[in-house]
């Protein structure tokens, strides 16, 4: 494993993230091209309410923001301090498969228990991404 491979999982969450951002825009043109919102209501997001298929996206797009930053900072840390391992890969990609996975219901079918599994099971991983990290930098100091 080389020093640098856990850049590859952050990519695929930043491709995320541009996939999420490009289906919302896709999604809020056709909205207004087919006259179900009007396009000042993106202004300051007042007078009205969005649509559903848009909705669901931009929850979507701001909740990759929230939680995957502790994947960046996680990757990052394990950058810095040497614990690239084979094990923090395994999970980081680990991570991505569910944040992908929780995309794909959350803008989808947006069935709830299988969107909170998914959800979770991210969350799982990335304590144990912080866990492996804490636990590699404490056995390198003994």
């Keep these: 494993m080389n020093d640098y491979s856990l850049v590859y999982p952050m990519f695929a969450m930043v491709l995320l993230s541009f996939v999420i951002l490009a289906t919302l825009f896709r999604t809020r043109l056709r909205l207004i091209r087919n006259g ?39 990757c990052l840390s394990a950058l810095i301090v040497g614990q690239s391992t084979l094990l923090m890969n395994v999970l980081a990609w680990l ?35 912080w866990i492996s990290i804490v636990i590699g930098v404490a056995a390198s100091r003994s």
Aim: positive net charge; contains cysteine.
């Design 95 to 129: 991570y991505v498969g569910f944040r992908c996975a929780h995309a794909y219901i959350h803008t989808g079918s947006n069935k709830l228990n299988h969107r909170v599994i998914a959800y979770f099971s991210g969350w799982t991983i990335l304590l144990l991404m």
């Design 36 to 74: 179900e919102v009007n396009a000042r209501y993106f202004k300051i997001y007042q007078d009205g309410a969005e649509p559903e298929a848009a909705a669901k996206l931009a929850r979507h797009f701001v909740n990759l923001f929230e939680a995957p930053t502790l994947f960046y900072i996680a």
